[in-house]
């Protein structure tokens, strides 16, 4: 078993590669825990993490079309735009992709705070991706500040309205960083390719959240595409749906049908 010192970023961007030009969204998520299953420390993730953690972090970020998160997670977070340079812009360009991948956040309410890094601290506008409910004021604001904020669903938002949007968008490389309430969605409709889990060797007291929450039980397969080991013990593993699934169910919406974007309501 390699450790992740002993692999260069061309070796990590093979390991952790998308298929090629995929048609339909394929969703990754990126995650960590301890080995009795903590996904946070007082209440964020950030505290499990390390150095090794934190590079894979980021590389998965140069590989996606779109990092989705759920709005929770960007206030505790605090959530700012992708981090980059000049020569990840150069790298993700000859690749195809654009130069930087946007901050997709799901949100019923749009209760976001306009002032914080998700719209400060960031080269691109995040994609706000909301419902009809949404009070009329807090669109508003958030387009005032930069965003695109696109209406996807008359009521409840869904995994299948935030997947057919992204498609349409052509943004088809999706890494989900949370949170458990999105990813137990995304797991409980079956709509999970990939899966990127960092184990740390701690046990955790506490009441701290799984990776996954939903209120519908179910199983799905995943099997083991790799595992690295870092020199203190952490785990760094991908794993990969075993039997995907013949109909996704997924169609990309016409732009048309996408709602109001920045600038209109």
């Excluded at 009070?135 to 930069?146: I, K, S, T």
């Excluded at 299948?160 to 309430?181: D, K």
């Excluded at 740390?200 to 039980?217: M, Y």
Aim: glycine share 8%.
């Amino acid at each position: 078993m390699r450790t992740i010192s002993e692999l260069t970023n061309d070796d990590l961007r093979d390991l952790y590669a998308y298929p090629e030009t995929p048609a339909v969204p394929w969703v990754r998520a990126n995650f960590i825990m301890t080995l009795d299953g903590a996904a946070s420390v007082d209440e964020r993730s950030g505290g499990l993490g390390t150095a090794a953690d934190r590079r894979v972090f980021g590389l998965l970020r140069d590989l996606a079309d779109v990092i989705l998160v759920g709005a929770q997670t960007v206030r505790v977070e605090d959530y700012g735009g992708a981090r980059t340079s000049e020569r990840k812009r150069e790298r993700r360009e000859e690749d195809g992709l654009s130069a930087v991948p946007p901050i997709a956040v799901v949100t019923s309410s749009c209760d976001l705070d306009p002032a914080s890094r998700l719209f400060t601290d960031t080269s691109v506008p995040p994609l706000i991706l909301t419902s009809h409910e949404a009070p009329f004021e807090h669109r508003a604001r958030l387009v005032a500040a930069g965003a695109q904020v696109m209406e996807i669903t008359e009521h409840t938002i869904t995994p299948e309205h935030i997947l057919s949007t992204l498609a349409a968008l052509n943004l088809t490389r999706v890494l989900c960083e949370g949170g458990p309430n999105l990813f137990g969605q995304l797991v409980a409709d079956d709509l999970v390719d990939d899966l990127c889990l960092t184990i740390r060797p701690l046990l955790a007291t506490g009441n701290a959240p799984r990776i996954a929450r939903s209120e519908q039980p179910s199983l799905h397969q995943m099997g083991c595409s790799s595992i690295i080991t870092d020199e203190d013990g952490t785990l760094l593993t991908r794993w990969i749906r075993t039997e995907p699934v013949s109909d996704s169910g997924i169609d990309a919406v016409p732009s048309e049908n996408l709602g109001p974007s920045s600038g209109t309501l």
